[in-house]
């Protein structure tokens, strides 16, 4: 199994909603990611996962909360998001850090 | 970080070799070299990684010159589905920053 699987493949939300993003991947990897990408542009890195502890923050706004519950399974929580947010939410999960990336199908924000 | 230079785009037709260059003069002696394809709303997939001379796989190859300032992804006999966004990567295999991208090939193959 070489797939990474995210859940919702879209979400429409309002600025007040809460809601979560979730990625699982079942090889093994100890590394997870998240990035985030707007149309036309590449992925922008947001949060690394290093056996199951953040390791990177890219500066990320609070709004955006990450958690790796277990090594298989890594969420983003939203909150109080804005507009521009929008976008492509990607997760990827590696041997360990820096090694090749599996990524998911994505998660299609919009936020209204 | 190393930075890495793209041609923005490139056009192609079917059949014929496709050879996308990634300039990178600032690489580091432990830096990777990564190539990365993604379709529109798919998340990127993994091509090729080497560190010198040549990789060679199912899909592509990689020619890295002996300086490892820039790099040259081979795709042999392009088809229409191989229309796609390519980056190139360039960081340690132990660090974060092989996975920081940059700013990809548009390649576009006609019939």
């Known amino acids: 199994d070489t797939e990474v699987t995210q859940t919702p493949k879209h979400l429409v939300m309002g600025m007040t909603n809460k809601k979560s993003l979730k990625c699982e991947q079942h090889?093994?990897?100890?590394?997870m990611y998240w990035y985030k990408q707007k149309a036309k542009k590449p992925p922008e890195l947001m949060f690394v996962y290093s056996y199951e502890k953040l390791s990177i923050n890219e500066s990320v706004p609070s709004r955006f909360s990450p958690e790796c519950p277990n090594s298989s399974l890594l969420n983003l929580h939203l909150h109080a998001l804005q507009p521009e947010d929008s976008a492509l939410y990607l997760c990827?999960?590696?041997?360990?850090?820096?090694?090749?990336?599996?990524f998911g199908q994505g998660t299609r924000l919009t936020v209204v | 970080l190393a930075k890495t230079t793209q041609p923005i785009s490139m056009d192609s037709y079917e059949g014929q070799e496709v050879n996308i260059t990634c300039s990178h003069n600032?690489?580091?002696?432990?830096?990777?070299i990564t190539w990365y394809q993604q379709f529109p709303s798919q998340g990127p997939r993994f091509i090729i990684q080497g560190y010198k001379t040549k990789v060679t796989n199912e899909v592509a190859s990689l020619f890295i010159p002996a300086d490892r300032k820039s790099s040259t992804l081979s795709l042999p006999r392009v088809s229409l589905s191989d229309t796609a966004v390519y980056y190139c990567l360039v960081g340690l295999n132990s660090g974060y920053s092989t996975l920081t991208f940059g700013k990809g090939t548009m390649l576009l193959v006609s019939p």
């Open positions: 990827a999960s590696s041997q360990r850090e820096n090694t090749e990336a599996f």
């Open positions: 090889m093994g990897h100890r590394a």
């Open positions: 600032n690489i580091a002696t432990n830096d990777y």
